[in-house]
């Protein structure tokens, strides 16, 4: 009965593949995330949408690219991975309305570009 | 979203109480203070938030002082499982889309 799945939980992979990171949230959340943690340990929104739509792309490159098939689901699919795109991704949801509650995070995937 | 100042480590003895630090002295009237933690390997957990008034909920208080530019989370008998990566966030409440900027956080290890 986990909030927010996320899968894989690892994922090691060479440069140039392309990959994807699946999110499933059965909260009932009209909001979902994706968040980057790197080595340092600073964690960084990417994206995130409402009711399937992108509202939030924050200068992430092209070669990553979200697709939400229902308000459920927010995958990231990642073209061409880079040495760089080594890092931990945490999908996230959070419910709409006017209150202020809090964001769900799922467990991370952890990438590993060789 | 205003930025946050947090000490980058503290240690605190189990059983006794968990004071964390937080200043933001550019937050804006409409920003909400909220308090996240991260156990290894595992993804954020929230925990507390407040606007004006301080809050407490089954996991810490929160104490926001009167001019808002800073705030202490309190966690009230620290156990070995509060050992994590506590942030302190300040953003403004948005309809959809609330983005959370998290900074290096304070790590805490509780010690026996």
């Known amino acids: 009965d986990t909030a927010v799945s996320q899968t894989p939980k690892y994922l090691v992979t060479q440069m140039g593949n392309d990959k994807s990171i699946k999110c499933e949230q059965n909260?009932?959340?009209?909001?979902m995330y994706w968040y980057k943690q790197d080595s340092k340990k600073f964690l960084k929104i990417m994206f995130s949408?409402?009711?399937?739509?992108?509202?939030i792309n924050e200068t992430v490159p092209n070669r990553f690219s979200p697709k939400s098939p229902d308000k459920a689901h927010l995958n990231l699919h990642i073209n061409s991975l880079e040495l760089g795109d080594s890092a931990v991704y945490f999908c996230?949801?959070?419910?709409?309305?006017?209150?202020?509650?809090?964001?769900?995070f799922g467990q991370g995937t952890r990438l590993t570009v060789v | 979203d205003a930025k946050t100042t947090q000490p980058p480590s503290m240690d605190c003895a189990e059983g006794r109480a968990a004071n964390l630090p937080c200043n933001h002295s550019?937050?804006?009237?409409?920003?909400?203070v909220y308090w996240y933690r991260q156990i290894h390997s595992q993804g954020p957990q929230y925990i507390i938030h407040?606007?004006?008034n301080n809050e407490t909920n089954e996991m810490a208080s929160l104490i926001i002082t009167e001019d808002r530019k800073s705030s202490t989370l309190i966690l009230p008998h620290a156990t070995l499982r509060d050992t994590a990566v506590y942030y302190c966030?300040?953003?403004?409440?948005?309809?959809?889309?609330?983005?959370?900027?998290f900074g290096g956080g304070t790590r805490v290890l509780v010690k026996p």
């Open positions: 966030i300040v953003r403004v409440w948005e309809a959809a889309g609330n983005k959370l900027t």
């Open positions: 909260l009932g959340h009209d909001t």
């Open positions: 407040g606007l004006k």
């Open positions: 550019t937050i804006s009237g409409n920003e909400y």
């Open positions: 996230a949801s959070s419910p709409p309305g006017i209150s202020h509650t809090e964001a769900f």
């Open positions: 949408y409402n009711n399937k739509e992108l509202i």
